[in-house]
T-cell receptor, first 115, second 114 residues
Framework: DVKVTQSSRYLVKRTGEKVFLECVQD?????MFWYRQDPGLGLRLIYF???????EKGDIPEGYSVSREKKERFSLILESASTNQTSMYLC??????????????FGAGTRLSVL | GENVEQHPSTLSVQEGDSAVIKCTYS??????FPWYKQELGKRPQLIID?????GEKKDQRIAVTLNKTAKHFSLHITETQPEDSAVYFC?????????????FGKGTHLIIQP
């Protein structure tokens, strides 16, 4: 079974703090993704990575950055948290390529509240 | 970029009846269309997917159809059961390659009435 683990289920931070959300996958997947999920808006892609040290912007990258120093780990960084970044954050990974290799597997999510 | 519209936002059906959820997409180069089910408090999980070279795919009570010309795809659930109650998301992936992220619809809350 593919396992995608997010380090925290719940986080409470203050406006202006630097926030790190961590994600680890144990299946040697090439691709990793960060989404945020808000009621009525579905899931929206923030950033993705198709290789170590590589990153690509998704649909809503503003206010976020990412880091992928190791293949299994993909971090989402909020440089200066703001209240409008209060949300559920979901990490996903896929093996990469075509066919069954592009199925994305999701972590359990981190619910971030910025006060 | 890709834009995915999903309807309806809420769907209530009697147990045993069928449910249909529809999605449209904008990018004619999109080539992969998964459907995810998310139960309350849990992570999204893939239930079925279809690729652009196939018109229909079925897995037990679940089927997905794809009309590339009209750029829409639909999820069909037959003989609905209480455990089908969840939020369902359609998604599309652009034709840029395997690493592209998914563009999701806003979700459909499916309620199965006993």
């Amino acid at each position: 079974d593919v396992k995608v683990t997010q380090s925290s289920r719940y986080l409470v931070k203050r406006t202006g703090e630097k926030v790190f959300l961590e994600c680890v996958q144990d299946m040697d997947h090439e691709n990793m993704f960060w989404y945020r999920q808000d009621p009525g808006l579905g899931l929206r892609l923030i950033y993705f990575s198709y290789d170590v040290k590589m990153k690509e912007k998704g649909d809503i990258p503003e206010g976020y950055s990412v880091s992928r120093e190791k293949k299994e780990r993909f971090s989402l960084i909020l440089e200066s948290a703001s209240t409008n970044q209060t949300s559920m954050y979901l990490c996903a990974s896929s093996r990469g390529g075509v066919g069954r290799r592009d199925i994305q597997y999701f972590g359990a999510g981190t619910r971030l509240s910025v006060l | 970029g890709e834009n995915v519209e999903q309807h309806p936002s809420t769907l209530s059906v009697q147990e045993g009846d069928s449910a249909v959820i529809k999605c449209t997409y904008s990018d004619s180069a999109s080539n992969y269309f998964p459907w995810y089910k998310q139960e309350l408090g849990k992570r999204p999980q893939l239930i079925i997917d279809i690729r652009s070279n196939v018109g229909e795919k079925k897995d037990q009570r679940i089927a997905v159809t794809l009309n590339k010309t009209a750029k829409h795809f639909s999820l069909h659930i037959t003989e609905t059961q209480p455990e089908d109650s969840a939020v369902y998301f359609c998604a599309a992936r652009g034709g840029g390659g395997g690493a592209d992220g998914l563009t999701f619809g806003k979700g459909t809350h499916l309620i199965i009435q006993p």
